[in-house]
């Protein structure tokens, strides 16, 4: 796990869709943390964030036959959330009720995001299924903009967006479809809820925490689904596989660089997903890119390029 001591004193600017303030006071004008900018280490961390994320969610496809989505999804929140504990031993003492709350919220987030996305890829496809879930997260970056150029590279990555999935919407299971846009809303939730849980909790307690209250919700699904199967020897270990690359290990590095980058700016970066998410689903699943997708990859790389260079002018 990563080494998260040099964070503990960040703590989360105002953000228009969080009034809850942090319980650390605010830093000094003019100190790092007031001055926060975009660096490439926050870049870096939201796209290896999106790298594990989006092959993880490719293996578990090929997991689905055996367990089913709802088992997969419980394997996946479950072993993330032991391992987290395991690892941060968060400290329970001296938070107050909006903090649990705040870290309820995220957990409940976190939980219905997961649920939703893989009833989503288990009847449509990774690449889509991607597509109209990082709707969500732009329509955040719309309702939190403050500069016109921020809206311009929000349209382009959402122009981007409809592009690549432009050739197999209208083929789409509706069920599925209606899944992946929860999931979008429920990723929405899970951006703010990070960002507030990072600001009160130290180093990765939050998320310890969130993903705890997660494994609590989707543990009646997935055991009413797929029973004893999800203690198979076979089943674990690809469960286990699944948790570290699509839970414990994107959402560590997503809540760090939700610490040195606004909200507005990770929401914008998210949407590089489908293009990430279109690239697993060809190495690992063989879904090939038509022309029209490359196109919409193109689109949505220079948006998230632009909304970086943006803000880091």
């Known amino acids: 796990m990563t080494?998260?001591?040099?964070?503990?004193?960040?703590?989360?600017?105002?953000?228009?869709?969080?009034p809850l303030a942090p319980t650390s006071p605010p830093a000094p004008s003019g100190s790092a943390t007031a001055r926060r900018t975009?660096?490439?280490g926050g870049v870096g961390l939201v796209l290896a964030g999106s790298l594990s994320v989006h092959f993880g969610s490719a293996v578990?496809?090929?997991?689905?036959?055996?367990?089913?989505a709802l088992g997969v999804v419980t394997l996946r929140v479950t072993i993330a959330a032991v391992l987290l504990w395991a690892v941060c031993r968060p400290?329970?003492?001296?938070?107050?009720?909006?903090?649990?709350?705040?870290?309820?919220?995220?957990?409940?987030?976190?939980?219905?995001?997961?649920?939703?996305?893989y009833q989503a890829i288990d009847r449509i496809p990774l690449g889509p299924a991607v597509t109209l879930e990082v709707l969500g997260p732009l329509?955040?970056?719309?309702?939190?903009?403050?500069?016109?150029?921020?809206?311009?590279?929000?349209?382009?990555?959402?122009?981007?967006v409809l592009l690549l999935g432009r050739d197999g919407f209208a083929r789409l299971d509706p069920v599925g479809a209606g899944f992946a846009l929860g999931a979008g809303a429920m990723c929405a939730a899970?951006?703010?809820?990070?960002?507030?849980?990072?600001?009160?909790?130290?180093r990765l307690d939050g998320l310890?925490?969130?993903?705890?209250?997660?494994?609590?919700?989707?543990?009646?699904?997935g055991i009413g689904s797929a029973g004893a199967v999800l203690l198979e020897p076979g089943v674990l270990g690809l469960g286990l596989a699944v948790a570290l690359l699509s839970s414990a290990l994107p959402y560590a590095l997503e809540l760090l660089a939700l610490r040195?980058?606004?909200?507005p700016t990770f929401a914008v970066l998210t949407s590089l997903s489908p293009a990430i998410a279109a690239l697993a689903g060809f190495l690992v699943l063989g879904q090939a890119l038509s022309a029209g997708q490359c196109l919409a990859v193109a689109l949505v790389v220079a948006a998230g390029a632009g909304a970086v260079s943006d803000r880091s002018g």
């Open 3 to 18: 080494d998260t001591t040099a964070t503990t004193s960040l703590t989360i600017p105002p953000n228009p869709l969080a």
């Open 38 to 40: 975009v660096g490439p």
């Open 60 to 68: 578990a496809a090929l997991l689905f036959p055996r367990a089913g």
């Open 91 to 117: 400290r329970l003492r001296g938070h107050s009720r909006t903090d649990w709350a705040v870290a309820g919220a995220f957990g409940v987030a976190l939980g219905g995001m997961n649920v939703l996305f």
């Open 139 to 160: 329509l955040l970056s719309v309702a939190t903009a403050r500069r016109a150029s921020s809206l311009l590279w929000a349209g382009l990555a959402f122009a981007g």
């Open 190 to 202: 899970y951006i703010v809820c990070s960002a507030r849980a990072g600001a009160r909790f130290r």
């Open 208 to 221: 310890a925490v969130a993903m705890a209250v997660a494994a609590l919700v989707s543990l009646p699904l």
């Open 260 to 263: 040195r980058l606004s909200t």
